[in-house]
């Protein structure tokens, strides 16, 4: 296995029990994991993409942090991550949509 060049976490706002109840889930992170992996394959960046729990920024969800840039983003769309793709494969985070 090769490794990735960037790690993507995307919070789909898990708890312990399993169940989906967060912010995240509730406005479309599963269908935005979905868009991102056919958008880093399309593009043909090297990189994993995880699911996580809650990351506690529930107020900007749907959050993702990209490593090991550590770029943390919020209230993401599809056409987001566009523009989001397209700064990485330019080396540069995008301020306008960050969190940090």
């Excluded at 996580?52 to 990209?66: E, L, N």
């Excluded at 840039?69 to 397209?86: M, P």
Aim: charged share 25%.
């Amino acid at each position: 296995m090769q490794k990735p060049q960037y790690h993507f976490l995307v919070c789909n706002s898990f708890r312990l029990q399993g169940d989906p109840q967060g912010i995240c889930n509730k406005k479309g992170a599963v269908n935005l994991l979905q868009y991102l992996e056919e958008e880093i394959i399309d593009r043909g960046i090297n990189a994993q993409i995880s699911s996580t729990g809650c990351m506690k920024v529930c107020d900007r969800g749907p959050v993702m942090v990209i490593y090991p840039n550590a770029w943390w983003y919020g209230e993401l769309t599809e056409e987001k991550v566009d523009d989001i793709l397209d700064a990485l494969e330019d080396g540069e985070p995008v301020d306008e949509y960050s969190l940090c």
